[in-house]
């Protein structure tokens, strides 16, 4: 998905104020989190407009089914460039329709870990996230090894300090809402 194989960090919109900020940054990728059907149209036409390219959440958008006719719609109505979310099913849905997907895991306890091993490997995705990013680091090792891939982390990556050490882990990426870090252009970490 990350084509130049370079870190990225990726703004995470939270709220609508915030869009013009991440559109500033050297970022290719925006994730926004804060859409709903009434206005992804005309936001990811705006982030398009200023060469960015898009990835929602499916989990987030607001009013948007999680059938394949909604899936349907992100590509061909919506025109996001790429999905994430964390069912293995809906993620395959959305394999099926030709759209990058990450796969979004959240580091909670040993049974997830257990079952999010058994279905990576039933599931297809460019680029799986890790979360939140303290554990991340701790796992990438055992998930590259299971299922290579790309990798970005997320959650709880507040300084630029993480951003460091999650780089210094081999992630392709961080995906963050701090927008303090949206400044920073990752080669220079």
């Known amino acids: 998905m990350f084509e130049d194989q370079s870190f990225h960090i990726v703004p995470s919109v939270r709220h609508l104020r915030f869009l013009d900020l991440a559109l500033s940054s050297k970022e290719d ?4 989190t804060c859409a709903h059907i009434g206005n992804l149209k005309e936001i ?5 407009s200023h060469r960015k390219k898009v990835i929602v959440n499916h989990e987030l958008v607001g009013g948007l089914g999680a059938d394949k006719v909604s899936f349907q719609m992100l590509k061909k109505m919506y ?7 964390s069912s293995a099913i809906r993620l395959s849905m959305m394999k099926k329709e030709s759209l990058p997907t ?16 058994y279905s990576i490997d039933h599931s297809p995705c460019d680029v ?7 554990y991340a680091i701790q796992f990438l090792k055992r998930f590259k090894e299971a299922h290579p891939c790309e ?3 997320a959650g709880f990556i507040e300084d630029i300090d993480m951003v460091r050490e999650v780089k210094k882990a081999g992630f392709s990426g961080v995906m963050t809402s701090c927008t303090d ?9």
């Open 29 to 32: 990728w925006i994730l926004l």
């Open 44 to 48: 990811v036409k705006y982030c398009h």
């Open 79 to 85: 025109k996001v460039d790429a999905v994430m979310g």
């Open 102 to 117: 990450i796969r979004r895991i959240s580091l909670i306890d040993s049974f997830a870990l257990e079952t999010t091993f």
């Open 128 to 134: 799986i996230e890790l979360r939140p990013a303290y």
């Open 151 to 153: 990798y970005v982390a």
């Open 181 to 189: 870090l949206w400044k920073y252009d990752p080669e220079k970490l």
